[in-house]
Nanobody, 126 residues
Framework: VQLVESGGGLVQPGGSLRLSCAAS????????MGWIRQAPGKEREFVAT????????DYSDSVKGRFTISRDNAEKTVYLQMNSLKPEDSAVYYC????????????????????WGQGTQVTVSS
């Protein structure tokens, strides 16, 4: 079971980035997926979650309206489109997964996830 994030980098405030998370070694379409971030000296923070069929999504209040989570079950990939980035969005972003029998279940709490990727750094700075 493996999750590999990519797409992080340095961007100016107001800019955009698209993160990708490629999954392997498990039946991707049976798992709810999420993005969680952690800034230096801070606790992990839930960012976004998507149900296994992509029917439902949820976001933290801090990113709602700016970030969009999506998934492609055929490609076994989950995405996080980040727009209008702010310096406070700077963090290591992790994707994570959790098995579920329910097509619409969401996991908006970071400690609900079983498997995590290695993370990708996002830095928002001028």
């Amino acid at each position: 079971v493996q999750l590999v994030e990519s797409g992080g980098g340095l961007v100016q405030p107001g800019g955009s980035l698209r993160l990708s998370c490629a999954a392997s070694g498990f039946t991707f379409s049976s798992y709810g997926m999420g993005w969680i971030r952690q800034a230096p000296g801070k606790e992990r923070e839930f960012v976004a979650t998507i149900s296994r069929a992509g029917i439902n999504t949820d976001y933290s209040d801090s990113v709602k309206g700016r970030f969009t989570i999506s998934r492609d079950n055929a490609e076994k990939t989950v995405y996080l489109q980040m727009n209008s980035l702010k310096p406070e969005d700077s963090a290591v972003y992790y994707c994570a997964s959790r098995f579920t029998y329910n097509a619409g279940t969401l996991y908006p709490v970071s400690n609900e996830y079983n498997t995590w990727g290695q993370g990708t750094q996002v830095t928002v700075s001028s």
